[in-house]
């Protein structure tokens, strides 16, 4: 593993990933999530001279991170856009499909990017900096009613109501411009001793709202369904329910919300077989060499 790719994201699950992707000599293989680099330059190190990968990542620190290999190319585009980026290059099917949903550790460790409260800085957590609106910008305009549906909703916080009070009467006396501002307002209604987990919740809700990453995922699941082969794989990471259940729905009905539709003999008519029926934990090793792996849980899935 190189500096970069240490310091900027530890990748999770990187065998039992790869491994579940199937490669085979000639494919054409994505991973939508490339972040540091380390799934891509793994499917590469095991991928033949004739076998095409794309990466991608809306994230320009993310495009530092791109590999000098002629087998492989970078689209600076969010995962949302793979069907359009597929047809741009001429691919109408591939071999395999890979998402790590996970936030890189670089993200939480740059202070100027707002997505960690043990930093003060913008409160910002845009993935694509070139566009969007920003967490102050949600705080600071949604009315209380929509804050406390998106801190139940993608926080699941129980008293994301008095959350939603509280930052509207904030931010009437002074804006939330910083993480500080917002962490003055809200750390009274969090007990001491499950702060920081009910912070991570709070944090979690204005990452998912400014990177509309719900929306994101569902158009990048069903173009994925479209865009493999009979027999192609998808492999995704998830790390909390929200994405988990949108991703085992997927898989197991062919639809985001799980609704399975059944031929004459009650056999569930779903583009795909399930390669494992069980979720694909980290080993107690990983875990202890990367906390971020704690809550990571691995679906693969084959097209029919």
Do not use: C, W
Not at 51 to 61: T, Y
Not at 200 to 212: D, G, M, P, T, W
């Amino acid at each position: 593993m190189n500096e970069t790719e240490q310091t900027y994201h530890t990748p999770v699950l990187l065998a039992e990933s790869i491994d579940g992707m199937h490669l085979q000599p000639g494919g054409i293989y994505v991973d939508v999530t490339f972040g540091g680099g380390g799934h891509s330059r793994e499917i590469l190190r095991r991928m033949d001279k004739d076998s095409r990968l794309l990466s991608f990542d809306q994230d320009a620190d993310a495009e530092k991170n791109a590999l000098d290999d002629p087998r492989f190319t970078f689209v600076r585009s969010n995962f949302r856009y793979l069907h359009n980026f597929l047809r741009y290059y001429g691919i109408e099917q591939v071999d395999a499909i890979l998402a790590d949903l996970g936030v890189s550790s670089h993200h939480f460790d740059d202070a100027e990017r707002g997505f960690s409260f043990r930093f003060d800085g913008r409160l910002d957590m845009r993935m694509n900096q070139r566009a969007g609106i920003t967490a102050a910008d949600i705080v600071n305009t949604y009315d209380e009613e929509r804050l406390a549906n998106l801190f139940y909703l993608y926080g699941e916080l129980k008293n994301s109501r008095k959350l939603a009070a509280v930052l509207a009467k904030a931010r009437a006396q002074r804006k939330i411009t910083t993480i500080e501002d917002f962490l003055e307002v809200v750390r009274p209604l969090f007990g001491r001793e499950r702060e920081k987990k009910e912070l991570a919740k709070a944090f979690q809700a204005l990452r998912i709202e400014v990177n509309q990453e719900m929306e994101a995922l569902k158009e990048m699941l069903y173009a994925a369904t479209n865009a493999l082969k009979p027999g192609g794989r998808l492999a995704v990471i998830t790390y909390h329910s929200l994405e988990d259940r949108m991703v085992k729905n997927i898989m197991k009905t062919g639809n985001i919300e799980g609704k399975a539709e059944s031929d004459f003999y009650g056999n569930v008519l779903s583009p795909f077989r399930l390669v494992n029926n069980k979720v694909i934990l980290p080993g107690n090793d990983e875990q202890e060499r990367n906390p971020r792996s704690r809550s990571a849980k691995l679906r693969i899935a084959e097209k029919k």
